[in-house]
């Protein structure tokens, strides 16, 4: 066992994992905009719950990116050119979700705000599906050759375990983000996220246990099998607690089902972080994907002093915005008008 | 389709692009804290408007550059991942420590600072933008380090055919890093504060041309307010003088600080990467002046062509070396030196598919570093003119009534980001056609460099790549539009566009005692989507 490259497996995986959890409500709550509501109140009530903590939640996500190039380039570079198609339209979806959030409260018109919210929501939509996709594409494997390159063409990582990945991250989202809006909200936003999560849940969280069980059936351990019992465990206490209107419970509940059902997964797939489909002796794992001793112990450093910190001052954001928000939180929209007198604005 | 070219285009227009809004918000970032700092200190308004004002300008450009930056990140391994396997040891290693050590930084405690007007204390207010600022500026730090080692790399040893790393602190302490961050980050302070003083003349005009502000006999600014106009009351000139000063002179300083680290880091250039400062000189033969300007046929690549019209005899040498007589070698003598140390085909390898084995062109398009060099430093100059003569004309209080220099105001926006998209560009092409430069200096490890057309992904197709490029420069023009648009109507909304309390002009009474409307309830967010 080469414990550099297992520890950076692992800090990987908390990457990855700290990125679902957090953005997971955002995007759920971007997706959310598309169909819950249409009332402009409502939508931006939505919309400040995230407001203080979605753009650094985000930064999860580069960091995973980051961390990965970093402690493995080969599995870096195989998974996001053999990717090339589905990650361009996650770029584009990601840009456009996050310039939505920032824009459609700046113009005055409602066609303006329309526009945006539909950005918003297809953008939220775009990135997880993709993120889901490629999160278990590497789980499940792609036609890599020794190089590490794909073999098939632009489309060959199209296959039922993307569409279950995507799904399955799309439905964990619309559920977490629901459990969120419950928790961090007041008034009609509340009680409908929560009778989402106690109608909807056992529905949209299906792909994700699906993805659960077939890597548990492929490659599971004793492990894997408990983190699997436990994540179940958590998800029906999450279930019973929001159906109890205990908001608070249900968050934690559903936050510890993605931890441990996201570590099920990595823990089953270890040391393998990107199979070959065409012949397993091109499988990167975390010996021939790895950078070397060096890299490895500088980032550990790095990362031993970096990340606590993440957590101590991200931790403090959420506090400080701990408040429940309601409609009687929100100042009225504010039309910008030019700083002009009428007679000249009009030459 | 060729994959490379349409790679290299494709990281060539993300990357200027994404470097439009990231010069703005590494820019204008301190002056933003700088003037929050002065409202914390004195109490005066002025500076809680101006905080307000450019705070929100500030905010509209910054989404844009993390919306972009998303793209560079991702795109080495999607059409680079040659490249990326090539270098990953190393390079990796800073884009890791930007995430952890600056944008997490950045992205948190801006969203404190967006947030919480009314929920922090004061000081600890302030302190959150000053974190967030100081995490843009480390953020732009660990992206140089990572750029610079691949115009000079250090740190490494070759283990296999591929470069390791076995020293952080060189990577991190490149000499190329350090004088291209300094150079990077006071050409975004020229940014920042040419945006400011061209936006704020604007202000000092609209003001004058409503009636609102006139000039005495003497020249001098004579204040008043019109309330039926958003915003403008006798203290929004202070804040428009106040922000035009502070401009100029934060600009004027800026560009002083360019020169000198554009000096040191063309005398390293011209160590490292001679080629590239032969080709951004046109320089066919050794020799001691400067090319003021020289023209040759578009496109011809031959040196033999160029021809210089004028020159400044013993300039060049000072700026390579700081003496008016060593001669520089020109591009005939260096050529030959390139080709005997590292071929004169590229190798009979698949990874350069059809290129394999194709005769090595080592000399940089002429005409794009060569005016690339000319335009970067033309730019400058003219936004530092411009900057000294708008302190000036502002000596008594406002501008001229003038719409023609109010014009040249706003367009000399433009100049610094010009200078700097213009120095990228030369910078970049200029390293061709490595991707990863090879380090002549004593201490450079022998075999640590990569040409460009070996780094692009082998399995990627040339239509995978239209598609992204494509669809992202699509993006790209119609979020700028959208960005523009809605920075010239805040721009134009004056300080009430970011402080609505200030509007008075719907004559609705507007009570602000009125417990019944909503921003007056204490709870009510200072700030909300």
Known sequence: ?347 | MDPLEIARWQFGITTVYHFIMVPLTLGLGPIVALMQTQWVRTGDEKWLRMTKFWGKLYLINFIMGVATGLVQEFQFGMAWSEYSRYVGDVFGAPLAMEGLLAFFFESVFLGLWIFGWSRLPKKIHLATLWIAVAGSIVSAFFIIVANSWMQHPVGVELIDGRPVMTDIWAVLTNNTALSAFSHTVTGAIAVGAGFVVGIAWYQLWQRRRDGIDSVDATGRVVVGENLSIPGRDRKDHAVWIKSIRIGAVIAILGFGALSITGDLQAKLMFEQQPLKMAAAEAACYDGTSFSVLSIGPLGGQNCEDVVGIIEIPGLLSFLAHGDFDTEIQGVNTLIPQYQELYGTNLPDDPLYGERAGQEIDYLPLMEVTYWGFRLMIGFGMLAAAFAALTLWIVRKGTVPRSKFLMGTALLSIAAPFGANIAGWVFTEMGRQPFVVVPNPTPGGVDGVYMFTAAAVSPGVSGEEIIFSLVSLALVYAFLMVFEVRLLVKYVRGGVASAMPELDHSDGDGNDPDDPNKPDNRDDVLAFAY
Do not use: C
Request: no cysteine; net charge neutral.
């Open chain 1, 1 to 347: 066992m080469e414990l550099l490259p297992t520890i950076w497996f692992i800090a990987i995986a908390a990457l990855w994992i700290g990125y679902l959890l957090l953005e997971g409500f955002d995007l759920g709550v971007g997706m959310l905009l598309l169909f819950s509501t249409r009332k402009d109140r409502e939508r931006r009530l939505m919309l400040n719950a995230i407001g203080p903590v979605w753009d650094g939640n985000e930064v999860w996500l580069i960091t995973a990116g980051a961390a990965t190039f970093a402690a493995f380039p080969y599995w870096y570079a195989s998974l996001f050119s053999a990717l090339y198609i589905p990650l361009t339209i996650v770029l584009v979806s990601l840009i456009f979700r996050a310039v939505a959030i920032e824009y459609r409260g700046k113009g005055s018109t409602e066609k303006w705000r329309m526009w945006w919210d539909r950005a918003l929501g297809l953008g939220s939509l775009g990135s997880a599906f993709g993120i889901g996709a490629a999160l278990a594409l590497t789980t499940t494997g792609l036609p890599i050759d020794a190089n590490g390159d794909r073999v098939g063409g632009a489309f060959a990582w199209f296959t039922p375990y993307a569409v279950l990945g995507g799904l399955a991250v799309v439905g964990f989202s619309l559920v977490h983000a629901s459990v969120f809006l419950g928790l961090k909200t007041d008034g009609d936003v509340r009680v409908r996220a929560r009778n989402f999560v106690v109608r909807w849940s056992p529905v949209a969280l299906l792909p994700i246990v699906a993805w659960v069980l077939i890597i548990q059936f492929q490659n599971g351990t004793v492990i894997t099998w408990v983190l699997v019992v436990f994540a179940v465990i958590a998800v029906v206490f999450a279930w019973l607690s929001a159906k109890a209107g205990n908001e608070g419970w249900a968050f934690i509940g559903m936050a510890a089902f993605l931890v441990a059902g996201a570590s099920s997964i990595f823990a089953a797939v270890y040391p393998v972080v990107l199979p070959s489909t065409i012949d397993s002796a091109f499988n990167l794992t975390i010996s021939n994907a790895a950078s070397g001793e060096y890299t490895l112990g500088v980032m550990s450093v790095v990362t031993a002093f970096g990340l606590p910190l993440v957590f101590i001052y991200q931790g403090w954001t959420y506090w400080v915005f701990r408040n429940r928000l309601s409609d009687h939180h929100l100042p009225e929209a504010h039309i910008v008008k030019p700083a002009v007198a009428p007679s000249s604005s009009a030459s």
